[in-house]
Structure formats: structure tokens, C-alpha cells
């Protein structure tokens, strides 16, 4: 119902853009947000379900998720923050043995397997009702075949993020109530996710990704399920400020160790790093623009992919290998055979010499 609107934005803008007229399209969509949550939703509701299960992505967009989880179902919410790697065996086993025990299951800013995808689909009517999906990830959109998946990656010109179809989810069906105050926070969360906020130069929506980081997971969790309001405290500010510091070094001191490697037919500048990544990708990115994608190799969990070139859609890239997300943002896992085969290397190598 809602992909209609979307349709004819998207006529809208190529009409626009076939005859040279530059459409700037506000991507401040807090206001819209609130809107489109109070029309669309229904009264809050008074029966809570015996317990809530969520599955949600390990980012400030995932962990967000989880934070509309408190606020919607309480402590009655259990939530479970995965990532590439391990999404679909928790997946998997909590639908074998605890699935009795949950009213409702949420997987949010993340998607399970074809193989998985195929369990929930076998599964009672009843069982099956109580599952909900839904992502923002490109890589994911072939699960819109399933009544109980929702992949939606754009809607009415407005890139999505997990936290914000997560949002317009609850308060449609009456499980959360909505505030403009809320809806700012949710709209923050998208901009950083979609690097949004880069085109329009929002650093706040930056600084609360950075505020993640900083504070860790469970106090990000306790401190904007307490009070959902984007604007820092004093002291969160001064942690920003010296954050700000360390970022420029750690990023300055990566610039000096790219390499260049071909990675299946494209010149990937390669580095080895576990801190900052979006921010470290974008900056190297923009440093090399001779290379058409940057690789962030974490060694203990993941390959990160990055690229400003319009042309180049590195979600098609991190699939190859095993992974998947956007166009211009995407991750793989490191596996165990890797990670052997790296320590093996190195310690062959130190041998030989
Ligand atoms: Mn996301």
C-alpha cells in the first residue's frame, strides 16, 4: 500500500530530472515521521503480550530497535543483538525450542537466510503470525516474498533505516506511543545510517552514532529508553568533544596503511581496522578517489565495504563473499577458516625467514 507513493516520487524525480530540474528532497523527515505515525496508527493498545522476542542488528540502528523494544513492551521484551555472523543460528534455534513461550518475534535492521527464511515459512499458520522481519537492506529485498518479511530501503525518496520502519511498525499497531520528541530521535538514527546526514551536514545525528560507541551498548540502551530526547547533556557533549579527537588520529594514522589490491576485477584500497569504520571508509574513500572501493578488515569478525562512486554498489561485492547491505555501505564475516588461515600465514611466514 505504502510502495504506491513511492513509485510515483520516484516518476516524480525522474520526470524532474529528464528535463534538468534539480529536485532537493528534505531529507529532515522528522516532522513527516510524527505525521505519518499519528495518522496511521491505531489506539494504544491495553493487552500486553506474555513476552517479546527480538532479533536486531548490533549498530546504533539495530540497537535503536531495542530501545523501541523497552519502551513499547518493557521488560517483557528480550533482546538478542547479533550480527552477519551468527543472526541465522540464533535464529534458527530459538524458533526449535522457545518459540512457544514468545507471543511475538521481531527481526529488525537485519535478515535471516534463504534456509531460515524457508523454516519460518513451514511453520504453522499460527506459529508464523507471531514472526515479524523487517529491514532496510537492499541485499535483503528478495524475502519481500514472505508475508512475514517487510524489506523496504526507500520510501517516498526517503532512504529507511531499521529504527525507522521499526517505529512506524509499533505505533501502527498500537504498541507504542508516539511523541514528536521520539520521532526526532528515530529520524537522527536514520540519517546516520543512510550517511544521510553527511549530505546534509547533520553532526548531531553523527555524534549520536559516536555516542553509542562511547557510552556501550546497555547504557546507550538505558539512557534514551529513560528519556528519548536526541539533545546531549553537558557531560555528553565533553565526551563527544574528546571522542571527536581520537577519531581524527585514529582515521589520520589508517590513511598511511592503505594498500591496493584487485578484488575480483576492481582496485580495492585495503585496510586492517576495528574502530570508527564508517567514518574511517568514508575518509579513505574520499582520500583514494583512484580506488573503487575501500575494504576494512576487522581480522576478529568482519570485512566492511565502503565506496563513494555512484557506479560501484559494494552490497553486490560483500554478497560475493559471503555477506551483504548497501549499495555504498556493506559488511562480510571473517569465518573461522580465515582467521586459521591468517594466523597459520604469519607464523609460516615468521618461520621461514
Ligand atoms: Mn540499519
Known amino acids: 500500500m505504502k510502495q504506491k507513493s513511492t513509485t510515483s516520487m520516484q516518476d516524480f524525480l525522474a520526470k524532474a530530472q529528464s528535463r534538468g530540474i534539480k529536485v532537493q528532497i528534505s531529507s529532515d523527515a522528522a516532522d513527516e515521521l510524527f505525521t505519518a505515525a499519528q495518522t496511521a496508527k491505531r489506539p494504544l493498545r491495553r493487552d500486553k503480550p506474555r513476552a517479546v522476542k527480538l532479533f536486531t542488528h548490533n549498530d546504533t540502528d539495530g540497537v535503536s530497535c531495542g530501545i523501541l523494544a523497552r519502551m513499547a513492551f518493557g521488560d517483557t521484551a528480550h533482546i538478542d543483538y547479533s550480527n ?50 523487517l529491514d532496510h537492506h537492499q541485499t535483503a529485498e528478495g524475502l519481500n516474498q514472505y508475508d512475514w518479511a517487510q524489506v523496504t530501503v526507500e520510501q517516498n525518496g526517503v532512504r529507511e533505516s531499521g529504527t525507522t520502519l521499526f517505529y512506524q511498525h509499533l505505533i501502527t499497531e498500537g504498541w507504542l506511543a508516539d511523541s514528536p520528541e521520539l520521532a526526532r530521535y528515530v529520524e537522527m538514527v536514520r540519517q546516520y ?10 553532526l548531531h545525528a553523527k555524534q549520536l552514532n559516536d555516542l553509542f560507541y562511547i557510552l556501550g551498548r546497555d547504557r546507550f540502551v538505558s539512557r534514551f529508553t529513560a528519556d528519548c530526547s536526541p539533545d546531549f547533556t553537558d557531560s555528553e557533549k565533553m565526551l563527544l568533544e574528546i571522542e571527536q579527537e581520537k577519531i581524527e588520529k585514529y582515521i589520520k594514522g589508517k590513511s598511511k596503511d592503505v594498500q591496493i589490491r584487485d578484488v575480483n576485477g576492481y582496485t580495492a584500497g585495503v585496510v586492517f581496522a576495528e574502530q570508527y569504520i564508517s567514518e574511517l571508509g568514508n575518509a579513505l574513500a574520499e582520500a583514494n578517489p583512484d580506488v573503487d572501493f575501500v575494504a576494512i578488515i576487522n581480522m576478529s569478525r568482519v570485512i566492511s565495504y565502503r565506496t563513494v562512486k555512484d557506479e560501484i554498489n559494494v552490497g553486490d561485492i560483500a554478497a560475493f563473499f559471503g555477506g551483504g547491505g548497501h549499495a555504498k555501505a556493506a559488511g562480510s564475516p571473517v569465518s573461522k577458516e580465515m582467521k586459521q588461515a591468517a594466523a597459520s600465514l604469519l607464523f609460516e611466514q615468521i618461520q621461514a625467514k
Open 193 to 202: 545510517d543512510t550517511w544521510d546526514w553527511k549530505e546534509n551536514n547533520n
Open 84 to 133: 552477519y555472523d551468527d543472526i541465522n543460528n540464533k535464529v534458527a534455534r530459538f524458533l526449535d525450542f522457545h518459540l512457544s513461550k514468545y507471543d511475538l518475534v521481531f527481526i529488525t535492521d537485519i535478515s535471516v537466510n534463504e534456509e531460515v527464511a524457508d523454516i519460518i515459512e513451514k511453520m504453522s499458520p499460527y506459529a508464523r503470525e507471531k514472526v515479524m522481519l
